[in-house]
């Protein structure tokens, strides 16, 4: 009942069943039949696939019962009651898969192969049900073994190593990849026999009848799609209850792993499989011969696919037309089509009905614009008037601008009337210069708030310029498309990826990466980082210096556009440095999309490391109160010298100011820094760490609060902060020092001791390490310290010369592991993201665009884009119930301004008024007499604090009832809105330094006539969003 059971059976073969005849495998599956009792043959699945080596098992529930744990012990911790909670989860969910899966096979497969049935080809059947029964066996072998781990669990408490021997095979990623692949086939299988068959219809639909749940054939079928997902979620809250210290601890983790990467591979078999149908379904709708052909080429690719709503404008600004269209964009090319969803309700009610498509237009990618409006007032509203009297066709809500046009035309008639008032001889208290001028302040803030809703309603549309067909006179004339997209991230996702598979087509990324040939196949776009640009730096006089790290300080600008934000490089400074006489670093803008050199700031010595500091997160309200009061100091970075010093800067923007000097006691060059909540560690040349303090409450750190640890004789190679704790490298060891007892404790990295260890890096569970000799890269356990892995790099590339080449730098980023060597070429290794061991999971690639030198250092940019880019509301429809100083009523209608009514009033509805006013709630305080058509002693005084309208308020503003919109000075607070939902987009770019730029396999380029340089190579990645 063990789920090696196949391995255990074919040591106990006779010798006859293990030669390599013709009938081998014929004579082994009868030996094993013959030893095994309750294996038995298989009918063959779909046509023209292969089962060699699959056999049906039928598990008797007599001799297995189900896993069942038993009654929970006295005296559990609290920890171990979790764990016994989860693990009862792991096994309700187990159990009710196997329901499902046997459900298909017993209620829908089963009676549709019956002799005696008619209702489908039998051929049929077993295509739909392709791999269904090999799914069933896998995890009926799953159950066996958990009921046995749950029955001895109170003993043991150990379920990850029983994940990773049942899960890591690769019988479960071929059973699975099979279904998966054969998925999107099956449903139009079963579609298609709904249509022709309406026997088979009814069988369907007697079978969802009469079961307890209601459940469809579909929602049965697609729940194998759905199981290694949940399966992770369960290891994920089994590993966050299990102590460091517990025996399952690295089981789990390896089985998070093993889960992670299992599930990675499916998904891209689901996605290959869905791109195929998608491909497919838009090639048979395609008459056009050149189209039909790029269709069923190789070399495409479907980078994204979507349903958006076109919108047509008219010349007033109504809505022509507003239709949903399928848009695709391909490596080259990007493809509008017009949507048919047209098919039976009682079809779709039990299968998805994949649409038909019809091809409406297709362009060039190249030669597609992305056009953005209304970012910059004064040109884009010239722009949008010179628009509106050549075509009908719109950039954007024309009745926003018109709005905006009357607006500041009605403020530029109300300054001028404020400045008649200024001229009057006489006093009134309800027409003077502090009246006219809160209606100037009440328009001003109206002309803001249809900025920013303009801005927001250009957040969801996105606007194509596409090519059209010549004039008559032969010149060029391009269209402009506008997409209405469900949210602003749809938007930014879109224009980020045009921007990307454009960059995708230079030369030097075409191909920019080198892998092995089947995996060309299965990557998925832009899978593979793009080379942006590549820039020299430091001047030509400075030939000597040599590149030896950079760091990135992250900052928001808010001048940048949404389009703008969306395909530049993530927002910030990039801190260069470089070796020699005197040191210097160079900082560099990359809130464009090339970077570019703004500021050069001397040092005193040589520069040695860079670390960024990330700013302290307030843990009480107390402290973020004290924190938003205090005067910002920026970023922290602090720079250790040759001389022994650390200077630590506060940078705002490229204003550079040194804050504090830290010396070391030992007066040695500073080699690395690293920091932590409550520490910064120093590794210095003499083989020792420095340790400082964090002062109480602040920023920095305590100049007097250095502590020396010493590790050995050599230099400290490399720093790496785990929590508050430091893995500090001194020749072949490393050693873990806890920040705040100084404890310390050492492990050998490799048995060489003239290999000393030059780079360190973590994820998840794991730290991979590199050496200053051999090509070779250690992973180990973070909290066993054990080696779980080596990976030999130079195997892994043609191009690399085996034994003359050493790991120079080293870095982890979004699931790839990047590697720089000694010659220049740069290797990536996919990994796993999640808690688990950051094994190396797969082929790896190695970039055709290289330097001629070592890669001096890889460093990763990364930021968030602004929060108030992706808020899809503006202010209006926000929800101004913050009460005013002097407690006024903020009231504001959503539906006077919102976005998405395109319509303007009809003549017959009562217009809109607006009650101008900014600060004065009541005029009643004012010197001066009421000027008033009514007799004075009508005119009830209003108290100053009254939420109702006095009669002179009404007698200034001509309105006799309430407005319909308050116009208030006091602005939503951006920082509170939607904070519970808010999405995070962050962009990310990888950047390596090192001399000249080369590109491998090319004759003529392969040699380097800049190789003297330095040059930064800047490789951007997609856009990825998280809650």
């Known amino acids: 009942s063990h789920p090696n059971w196949s391995r255990q059976t074919t040591n106990h073969l006779e010798p006859e069943d293990l030669n390599g005849t013709k009938d081998s495998l014929e004579k082994t599956k009868l030996a094993m039949i013959r030893k095994v009792s309750f294996l038995q043959r298989k009918d063959s699945a779909g046509e023209g696939k292969d089962d060699a080596g699959y056999m049906d098992v039928s598990v008797y529930e007599l001799r297995h019962p189900p896993p069942q744990l038993c009654p929970m012990p006295e005296g559990l911790s609290s920890q171990q009651v979790v764990r016994r909670l989860i693990l009862s989860s792991i096994v309700q969910s187990e159990s009710s898969y196997l329901d499902s899966l046997k459900r298909i096979l017993q209620e829908y497969q089963k009676p549709l192969l019956e002799p005696q049935s008619c209702i489908l080809n039998p051929k049929k059947v077993r295509q739909i049900f392709y791999r269904l029964q090999e799914i069933h066996q896998c995890h009926s072998m799953f159950q066996i073994a958990l009921a046995s781990r749950v029955a001895e669990w109170d003993h043991s408490e150990r379920i990850g190593d029983l994940f990773v021997a049942s899960f890591s095979k690769s019988m479960v990623l071929n059973v699975y990849s099979d279904y998966i692949n054969n998925f999107t086939n099956a449903m139009a299988l079963i579609k298609k026999a709904c249509m022709s068959k309406p026997v088979f219809l009814d069988f369907l639909k007697k079978k969802q009848a009469s079961s307890p749940d209601r459940i469809t054939l579909y929602g049965l079928m697609v729940k194998p799609i759905q199981r290694f997902p949940q399966f992770i979620l369960l290891l994920q809250d089994m590993l966050k209850n299990t102590p460091k210290s517990h025996t399952d601890r690295l089981p789990l983790q390896l089985a998070l792993t093993e889960l992670e990467t299992l599930a990675e591979k499916l998904n891209e078999q689901k996605r290959l499989a869905d791109q195929e149908a998608e491909i497919q379904q838009l090639a048979h709708s395609v008459g056009d011969r050149s189209l039909h052909k790029l269709l069923n080429s190789e070399q495409r690719q479907l980078i994204q696919c979507e349903l958006l709503t076109e919108i047509v404008y008219g010349d007033k600004g109504q809505v022509l037309k507003s239709k949903e269209r399928k848009v695709f964009l ?98 009134y208290q309800n027409l003077n210069t502090t009246v006219s001028q809160d209606w100037c302040l009440a328009l001003q803030r109206l002309i803001r708030l249809k900025e920013e809703e303009i801005q927001n309603a250009n957040k969801c ?196 100011q040194c804050l504090l000097t830290l010396v070391n006691l030992d007066s040695c060059p500073v080699l690395c820094l690293k920091h932590s909540l409550s520490f910064l560690f120093a590794g210095l040349a003499s083989g020792k760490v420095a340790v400082y303090h964090r002062r109480t409450g602040g920023e920095l750190w305590d100049v007097d609060s250095c502590k020396l640890v010493s590790l050995g004789s050599e230099p400290v190679g490399s720093l790496l902060t ?97 590697v720089g060597t000694s010659q220049g070429i740069i290797l990536t290794f996919p990994v796993p993201t999640l808690e688990g061991i950051p094994k190396i999971t797969g082929k790896g690639m190695s970039s055709l665009n290289a330097h001629c030198g070592p890669v001096d250092f890889l460093v990763s940019t990364s930021s968030t884009l602004a929060s108030d880019l992706l808020r899809r509301d503006s202010i209006l429809n926000g929800s101004e119930e913050s009460k005013a100083d002097d407690g006024g009523v903020h009231r504001l209608e959503q539906s006077s301004y919102h976005q998405d009514t395109e319509v303007p009033p009809s003549r017959e509805e009562k217009p809109k008024r607006l009650l101008l006013q900014y600060r004065l709630h009541s005029t009643c305080q004012l010197p001066g007499k009421l000027l008033s058509a009514q007799p004075e002693q009508g005119n009830p ?31 939503v607070e951006l920082g509170k809105e939607g904070e519970a939902r808010r999405s995070k987009v962050t962009s990310t770019a990888i950047v390596s330094g090192g001399r000249g730029h080369r590109r491998i396999g090319q004759t003529t380029a392969d040699t380097c006539s800049d190789s003297t340089e330095n040059t930064l190579l800047v490789w951007q990645l997609p856009l990825t969003l998280s809650q």
């Open 330 to 427: 391909l490596n080259d090319t990007l493809i509008c089509a017009n949507v048919n969803l047209k098919g039976s309700p009682d079809i779709s009610s039990l299968v998805l009905v994949g649409p038909k498509y019809m091809v409406k237009w297709c362009a060039p990618l190249l030669q597609t614009q992305v056009v953005e409006v209304g970012q910059d007032s004064l040109q884009s509203r010239t722009a949008r008037r010179q628009s509106s009297t050549s075509s009908k066709v719109f950039l954007g809500p024309p009745r926003l601008y018109q709005e905006l046009e009357e607006l500041q035309h009605d403020l530029a008639v109300v300054e001028e009337v404020s400045l008649l008032v200024g001229t009057l001889n006489g006093t």
């Open 722 to 818: 785990l929590e508050d704790a430091v893995w500090a490298s001194c020749a072949n060891q490393v050693t873990v020092i806890q920040g705040s007892s100084l404890h310390t404790q050492s492990f050998e990295a490799h048995s060489d001791p003239g290999c000393s260890v030059s780079h360190m890096v973590r994820s998840g569970g794991g730290v991979w390490m590199a050496f200053t000799d051999g090509s070779s890269i250690h992973l180990f356990h973070t909290e066993t310290l054990e080696p779980l892995q080596e990976v030999n790099v130079s195997t892994h590339a043609a191009h690399l010369t085996p034994g003359q080449v050493y790991v120079s730098s080293l870095l982890i980023c979004q699931g790839l592991l990047w």
């Open 941 to 971: 005084r209003a108290p100053t604090d009254s939420l109702e309208h006095s009669p002179e308020d009404g007698s200034i503003y001509e309105v006799s009832e309430d407005p319909d919109v308050w116009v208030r000075g006091r602005p």
């Open 461 to 656: 549309r996105l606007r194509l310029s596409v090519p059209g067909k010549p004039d008559k006179s032969g010149r060029p004339v391009s269209i402009m498309v506008v997409f209405n997209t469900p949210s602003p991230i749809c938007k930014i996702s879109w224009v980020n990826r045009l921007h990307l598979a454009k960059i995708a087509q230079r030369q030097e990324n075409t191909p920019g990466w080198e892998c092995a040939a089947e995996d060309w196949k299965t990557k998925a776009p832009f899978s593979c980082p793009l080379l942006t640009c590549k820039l020299p730096v430091f001047s030509s006089k400075t030939q000597t210096l040599k590149l030896e790290a950079a760091l990135h300080s992250p900052s928001q600008s808010n001048l940048l556009g949404f389009c703008t934000a969306s395909t530049s490089l993530p927002q910030g400074y990039l801190w260069v440095r470089g070796t020699s006489n005197h040191g210097q670093v160079d900082i560099f803008s990359l809130n464009r999309a090339t970077p570019r050199l703004v500021k050069t700031v001397p040092m005193r010595a040589p520069v040695l490391c860079l670390e960024y500091v990330k700013e302290l997160c307030p843990s009480t309200e107390k402290e973020a109160k004290k924190a938003h009061t205090a005067a910002k100091i920026g970023n922290i970075i602090c720079v250790g010298l040759q001389d022994s010093s650390i200077h630590v800067f506060s940078s705002v923007d490229t204003a550079v």
